[in-house]
């Protein structure tokens, strides 16, 4: 049996066990925040998901504050704290789908040289409703 780690795993930990006729296989490893370069700009992530701003307004040409943020590893040490009021059923302790520490606050500078904050969550958060439809998930940069 070939397993293959996904490049998002840091220090990955593979263990197999054979009991009879069953074969259990354990992935362990480090998940965190990184940038991605993709066809127009880059992207946020956690492990393999992907992340978009909350009712963020109109940012195509945003960019994303996070370049002196990476560890060794490249992983971003962004906060998740204060967790917003209106997250009852997309992230925290109620949450039926949510990823413990996906969900982060992100500095971006806006068109207009402006800084925002804003909440950046997983777009699987929002398989049941169109949230996040028209949300962009491409950044022009980091800076």
């Known amino acids: 049996m070939k397993v293959r780690v996904p490049s998002c795993i840091k220090k990955p930990e593979l263990s197999r066990t054979i009991n009879g006729d069953k074969v259990k296989v354990v992935l362990k490893g480090q998940l965190g925040h990184r940038i991605e370069t993709c066809p127009k700009g880059v992207m946020l992530t956690y492990g393999p998901l992907i992340l978009a701003p909350f ?3 109109p940012c195509r040409n945003a960019v994303l504050q996070v370049q002196d ?3 060794s ?3 971003l040490q962004l906060s998740n704290k204060p967790l917003p009021m209106w997250s009852y059923f997309e992230e925290g302790p109620g949450t039926r789908c949510g990823v413990d520490e996906a969900a982060v606050n992100v500095p971006v500078k806006l068109a207009a040289n402006e800084t925002k904050e804003l909440r950046f969550v997983p777009l699987c958060y929002y398989t049941s409703n169109l949230t996040l439809w028209d949300t962009p998930i491409s950044f022009a940069g980091v800076v």
């Open 55 to 57: 009712a963020a307004g």
């Open 69 to 71: 943020k990476a560890d």
């Open 73 to 75: 590893d490249g992983f």
